[in-house]
């Protein structure tokens, strides 16, 4: 049983070196074309989230339990983007 093995080893390690060397170098890439994607992903996110206005807004209050009087649902959110009610608070 064993000599077989050691035989059919024998015969498929010419092939088997440059595959395992291709799946290596290939499972490498895929992680790291994966964590850029991930990178790339977090930082259009956090641009979209720089976006939203309330915190400069006249009727933010700052308070975690009303956020806003105006528009509640709405505040600190994507939806807030284009809020109608947006006042510039005065400095």
Known sequence: MFQLLYFV??????????????????????????????IADSL??????????????????????LKCPVQPKVALSEKAINCIDFDILPR
């Open 44 to 65: 259009r996110r956090a641009k979209r989230m720089h976006n939203i206005p309330c915190a400069n807004c006249l009727f933010f209050t700052g308070d975690y339990h």
């Open 9 to 38: 080893i024998h015969a498929i390690q010419p092939f088997l070196v440059p595959v395992c060397f291709i799946f290596a170098w290939g499972l490498i890439i895929l992680t790291l074309w994966s964590i850029i994607g991930a």
